[in-house]
Antibody
Framework: EVQLVESGGGLENPGGSLRLSCAAS????????MSWVRQAPGKGLEWVSG????????HHADSVKGRFTISRDNSKNTLYLQMNSLRAEDTAVYYC???????????WGQGTLVTVSS | DIQMTQSPSTLSASVGDRVTITCRAS??????LAWYQQKPGKAPKVLIY???TLESGVPSRFSGSGSGTEFTLTISSLQPEDIATYYC?????????FGQGTKLEIK
């Protein structure tokens, strides 16, 4: 059974940094691209960042480009999202998702809440 | 970047009704479209991928159609457990985007 478990969320001041982690199990992690998707309170889904299976290619939404970095450690079956220069509008539940065929998100974690506020 | 627009934003229907949600892309995405169902407090769940392929385990009352820029999700006979918010989604050139969502309510 595929399991994705996010951690690292919490309360951070504007301008601060957080690193999210997503521990994967139940599938060959190194064989799949992965993404982060977020959802602000009461709002819709927003794709944030994606990374290839090897980690050699990364992509970010314009809203986080230059501030967030996606990475992965295939030896630890773990996906990361380094979030710097946090803003109030980054407040959201952050989901990690297993990519399928580079076109849709087959499995999702339960999400971790990030709150940016002073 | 490709923008996805869903309609309607809110839909009220009765149990047993046929329900249709539309998603339009700002440029052609061929058939690279997925539909998700999200219930309150839960992660989204994929229903349909490649515009019309039903994900394993999803009830057959759900179906998808379309290609290019216009797509539809249809529920043939609405059930109480289908109350949720539905999203369309595309990925092109490694950049992805979602529609704004359609909240489905029971009349």
């Amino acid at each position: 059974e595929v399991q994705l478990v996010e951690s690292g969320g919490g309360l951070e001041n504007p301008g601060g940094s957080l690193r999210l982690s997503c521990a994967a199990s139940g599938f060959t992690f190194s064989g799949y691209a992965m993404s982060w998707v977020r959802q602000a309170p009461g709002k819709g889904l927003e794709w944030v960042s994606g990374i290839s299976a090897s980690g050699g290619a990364t992509h970010h939404a314009d809203s986080v480009k230059g501030r967030f970095t996606i990475s992965r450690d295939n030896s630890k079956n773990t996906l990361y999202l380094q979030m710097n220069s946090l803003r109030a509008e980054d407040t959201a539940v952050y989901y990690c998702a297993k990519d399928r065929h580079g076109s849709y998100f087959e499995n999702w974690g339960q999400g971790t809440l990030v709150t940016v506020s002073s | 970047d490709i923008q996805m627009t869903q309609s309607p934003s809110t839909l009220s229907a009765s149990v047993g009704d046929r329900v249709t949600i539309t998603c339009r892309a700002s440029q052609s995405i061929s058939s690279w479209l997925a539909w998700y169902q999200q219930k309150p407090g839960k992660a989204p769940k994929v229903l349909i991928y490649a515009a019309s392929t039903l994900e394993s385990g999803v009830p057959s009352r759900f179906s998808g159609s379309g290609s290019g820029t216009e797509f539809t999700l249809t529920i043939s006979s609405l059930q109480p457990e289908d109350i949720a918010t539905y999203y369309c989604q595309q990925c092109t050139n490694y950049l992805c985007s979602f529609g704004q969502g359609t909240k489905l309510e029971i009349k």
